[in-house]
């Protein structure tokens, strides 16, 4: 009994893996969908159905709802965009998970992988931790302790507005020894946190705390819409120390250029090293948007826009499958296509690691080793399709690593 309990709860939890929390769907177009999960039951609003004017192959009708097998292949069609709330149900009968089908006009993307550099306005200044002052007289203190956390912002200073580190050293030396009211940023949360500055040795009045304002990096930008929007990393931009997501004030998308390759080796990953053109006059467009699943904004330089003849379907979570697929990346001056093997798919993921691929490409593998820092957004075709991007090498073995579904980052 103990063997049967065990070898069905580990067969439930394998199902349930395998069933994603999404599928989307294209307006006006038949979708074959085959994620061949066997005893595996749908059953969603018949209101909901009626609303997209679904047409579900196979599928009946069980008091006001739909219920239809995902035992086998599928066809779906659906005439209006809209979303289908439904469940999944083992034997028709055993709760698995809740499923989100998504019906969407259907998009086309013009494919990148060129190097771009990026530049972020953090909102406020960001709070890296705390440390002691050598105070006059000779003794250690640490005003901020348990006060300021890692994560923090300091968006003001007594009332008045502060965007550099400048700004709060300024304004705490102007305090002297009396009390400054911090305007701080924790999780969602504005919050005051009220602060008594030390004298330090060089005379100075100081809080303790370390500080980190804006950042900047190269990164490859993935793709362009129709209507001029981009998404590029298919990661988030962390803070170097504490590896939190940054939060975005406003920032600039500028070009880049690659200078030479730092080879990458098992226990050590490569890196692209390169230059950015900084300025207004070389500004590509805007980031808007910093988040898990990559940065996203607005193409405004006319050499980066949306151009129809370069543009390709995109490619949904059920159309990947293992096998030959490409990349496109920036390891000079030009973007080429190189060859890579996707070897495994997790439609459930929800993060930025639903492949794992494996660069197979001769070229690649001599120029760079593998999957390299600053490869991070390089776009994956499939089937003529645009799928995903990269996201992750694997430190243990750099020919390997992450990426994520393009739909994740539309």
């Known amino acids: 009994m103990a063997v049967l309990t065990a070898s069905g709860v580990y067969w439930y939890l394998g199902m349930k893996e395998k069933v994603p929390d999404e599928i989307m769907l294209f307006e006006d177009r038949i979708e074959d969908i085959d994620l061949k999960l066997p005893f595996a039951q749908v059953r969603v609003s018949q209101k909901d159905a009626e609303a997209v004017e679904a047409s579900i192959d196979h599928s009946k009708k069980v008091g006001k709802n739909i219920e239809f097998s995902m035992a086998g292949p599928l066809s779906v069609t659906a005439g209006n ?79 008045t507005p502060v965007v550099t580190i400048q700004d709060i050293s300024r304004l705490i030396r102007e305090s002297g020894n009396k009390q400054v009211v911090l305007g701080v940023l924790r999780d969602s949360n504005r919050i005051k946190v009220r602060i008594t500055p030390v004298q330090a040795g060089n005379g100075n009045y100081q809080i303790g705390v370390w500080l980190r304002e804006d950042t900047e990096g190269i990164g490859t930008l993935t793709f362009v819409t129709e209507d001029d929007q981009y998404a590029a990393l298919g990661h988030g931009i962390t803070d170097i120390d504490t590896e939190l997501l940054i939060r975005l004030q406003n920032g600039g998308l500028y070009p880049a250029g690659i200078d030479h390759i730092i080879k990458g080796k098992n226990g050590s990953p490569g890196q692209l090293a390169g230059f950015v053109n900084l300025g207004m006059d070389n500004r590509l467009g805007t980031i808007r948007n910093n988040t898990s699943l990559g940065i996203t904004g607005e193409i405004t330089s006319e050499e980066y826009k949306y151009d129809k003849d370069k543009a390709c379907a995109v490619g949904r979570k059920q159309d990947v499958k293992k096998g030959k697929a490409s990349i496109l990346c920036q390891l000079d001056n030009t973007v080429k296509e190189y060859q890579v093997e996707i070897e495994k798919v997790n439609l459930s993921s929800e993060d930025n690691k639903g492949m794992e691929i494996h660069v197979t490409d001769p070229e690649l593998l001599k120029k760079a080793g593998g999957i390299v820092q600053g490869m991070s957004g390089a776009p994956i075709l499939q089937d003529g399709k645009c799928i995903g991007a990269v996201t992750h090498v694997f430190v243990r073995d750099v020919t390997r690593g992450y990426a994520t579904f393009l739909e994740n980052m539309l």
């Not at 034997?91 to 998009?107: Q, S």
């Not at 705390?130 to 890692?150: Q, S």
């Open 81 to 159: 965009s809209g979303t289908l709330q439904g469940e999944v149900r083992l034997f028709g009968w055993i709760p698995c998970k809740k499923l989100r089908i998504d019906v969407r006009k259907e998009t086309r993307v013009m494919p990148v992988g060129r190097a771009v550099g990026l530049y972020i306005h953090a909102d406020g200044v960001m709070v890296l931790g705390t440390g002691r002052i050598a105070a006059a007289g000779g003794n250690e203190k640490m005003p901020a302790y348990k006060k300021l956390r890692t994560g923090d912002y300091i968006y003001e200073v007594n009332g």
